[in-house]
C-alpha cells in the first residue's frame, strides 16, 4: 500500500516477512494452526488481540481467513508500529495502541475490556520469568470465558540439550545457505529501516527503548503452561511445535 507519505507499507510487510522466514521457515504453518485454534473456540468473527503485534503480521492473516474479525494490536516499538498503521490504514477491522507490556497499567489503553483471543508470536522470549508471569496474569483478566491466549515462540527444552545441539547446527546450516543467497537478517533489515526517509526516526526511538536486541527468558513450553494455569487459565498445553518452536495454547 502507498501512502501520502509515499512509504510502500506492502513492501516493507513482506521484506519483513522474508526476514522473519529466514529464522523460522515453518512460520506460516505455526500462524495457520493458530488460526484454526481460534477459529475452533471464537468462530469466524473473532474479536482479537493481537499482543506484540509488530507490523501487524497476526493481524493480517486473521483477516485474509476471517474477513469479520476485528483486531487490536498492541506494541511499544515505534517503527513496527509505523508499518502496522501504514499497511492497515482506512480499515475500521483494526486499531493500534502504543503500550509498554511491562506496565501494569497497558490494559487500561485498549479499546475493550475483553477478546475472544489474545495472539502474539516470536515476541515475548524478551521478557524474564518474572515479569512474564505477571503478564499472563494481564491476559487472562483480558480473555472472556472460553476464550483463549496462544503464544508461538522459541521454546527450549532444556532437558534435550544433545537434541537441541543438532537441530540448532542443522537449521543454522540452512539459514547460512540461504544468506549467501541474499536474505537479509535482522541488523540488516533494520539497517535498511534506519536509511528510509519515513522509518528512520521511528527506528531511532526504537533502538533507543530496546537496544540492539532484548535478552530475556526461553522457557520450555511445559512451564509456559504451568506459569499460565497459575495465573487463571483452566488449561494450557503445545498444540504445534516444530523442531525448535511451540505453539502454547492456554484456555480460560
Same mark, same amino acid.
Given at each position: ?25 515453518? /512460520? ?18 473473532? /474479536? ?95 480473555? /472472556?470465558? #472460553? #476464550? ?57 526511538? /526504537? ?8 535478552? #530475556? ?36
Amino acid at each position: 500500500m502507498t501512502t501520502s507519505t509515499g512509504t510502500d507499507w506492502a513492501a516493507w510487510q513482506e521484506s519483513w516477512d522474508r526476514q522473519q522466514e529466514w529464522y523460522m521457515p515453518d /512460520r506460516e504453518e505455526r500462524f495457520r494452526v493458530m488460526l484454526d485454534m481460534v477459529e475452533a473456540f471464537a468462530g469466524t468473527a473473532p /474479536r482479537v488481540l493481537d499482543l506484540a503485534c509488530g507490523t501487524g503480521s497476526i493481524t493480517a492473516r486473521l483477516l485474509k481467513r476471517f474477513p469479520e474479525a476485528t483486531s487490536t494490536g498492541v506494541d511499544l516499538d515505534p517503527a513496527l508500529l509505523a508499518i502496522a498503521r501504514g499497511t492497515f490504514e482506512g480499515d475500521d477491522r483494526v486499531s493500534f495502541v502504543t503500550a509498554d507490556l511491562k506496565d501494569p497499567e497497558w490494559p487500561a489503553e485498549l479499546p475493550y475490556d475483553s477478546y475472544d483471543a489474545v495472539l502474539t508470536a516470536t515476541a515475548l522470549h524478551w521478557l524474564h520469568s518474572e515479569p512474564l508471569a505477571a503478564l499472563y496474569g494481564r491476559i487472562a483478566e483480558l480473555v /472472556r470465558d #472460553g #476464550g483463549v491466549f496462544m503464544n508461538a515462540d522459541h521454546m527450549i527444552d532444556e532437558s534435550t540439550p544433545r537434541i537441541n545441539a543438532a537441530e540448532r547446527a542443522q537449521r543454522h546450516a540452512r539459514m547460512d545457505q540461504a544468506k549467501r543467497q541474499g536474505v537479509l537478517d535482522w541488523a540488516e533489515w533494520w539497517q535498511l529501516a534506519a536509511e528510509d526517509p519515513v522509518l528512520a526516526g521511528p527506528t531511532a526511538r /526504537r533502538f533507543e527503548i530496546y537496544g540492539e536486541h532484548a535478552d #530475556g527468558d526461553m522457557p520450555a513450553p511445559g512451564r509456559h503452561a504451568r506459569m499460565l494455569l497459575a495465573q487463571g487459565f483452566s488449561e494450557a498445553r503445545a498444540v504445534w511445535a516444530s523442531p525448535s518452536d511451540t505453539l502454547v495454547l492456554a484456555l480460560k
